[in-house]
């Protein structure tokens, strides 16, 4: 049996009159979480907005993400060991447009230390935290390709925030998470929660 393949437009191939606008459009059909990277801590510390995370291994427990080089944030990574993500809730909106450099005038963002890594803060309620130690980078176009072995990670029955088409959303959080879980890997310290 055949599938037919119906396109909305016809696809062309990638020519020197290659439309950005029209390719960052089409990427941003692609709905995703919305993190905080962060690294170092207390006057040291440097956070930014990103969408383009994803896990890498479970085995190995690999995260990676992507960042511009352009960005403050990739030249920290260059030299830090370690980095944090924060995966946000849906009711951290204004801490990602904060992080995206849209200063929130009413926003005090509260992170986390992480014991046992003193270079590694993670905002608190967060739906998802992870403290990793970067472990390989890789070039990609514009970007780089960070790879991070998770030392510890904490989530939370908080519902995530959600990207789509230029858009902020969210879903439901799922009635399996009846409580909050913090889980530390390889037998690493959990996190302990400080306000900075």
Do not use: W
Not at 94 to 118: K, T, Y
Not at 120 to 139: C, I, N, S, T
Not at 179 to 190: E, N
């Amino acid at each position: 049996m055949h599938a037919k393949l119906h396109h909305a437009e016809t696809p062309h191939l990638v020519q020197a009159s290659f439309d950005e606008r029209r390719f960052r459009h089409a990427l941003g059909r692609f709905a995703t979480g919305v993190v905080v990277i962060s690294t170092g801590s207390g006057d040291d510390l440097h956070a930014m907005t990103a969408n383009a995370f994803m896990s890498g291994s479970l085995k190995p427990p690999l995260i990676v993400v992507s960042v511009g080089h352009r960005a403050r944030m990739h030249e920290r990574l260059m030299d830090s060991p370690l980095f944090g993500v924060s995966v946000l809730s849906e009711a951290q909106e204004p801490h990602s447009r904060h992080f995206a450099g849209e200063p929130q005038s009413r926003l005090a963002p509260r992170f986390a230390a992480v014991e046992g890594l003193p270079d590694v803060v993670l905002l608190e309620h967060a739906a998802a935290r992870f403290a990793a130690r970067v472990v390989d980078r890789h070039p990609c176009g514009d970007h780089t390709l960070f790879v991070g072995e998770v030392l510890v990670f904490s989530l939370d029955e908080h519902a995530p925030l959600i990207f789509f088409g230029g858009r902020y959303g969210s879903v439901a959080a799922p009635e399996s998470m009846q409580r909050s879980t913090a889980v530390s890997a390889q037998d690493s310290p959990p996190l302990a929660a400080s306000a900075s």
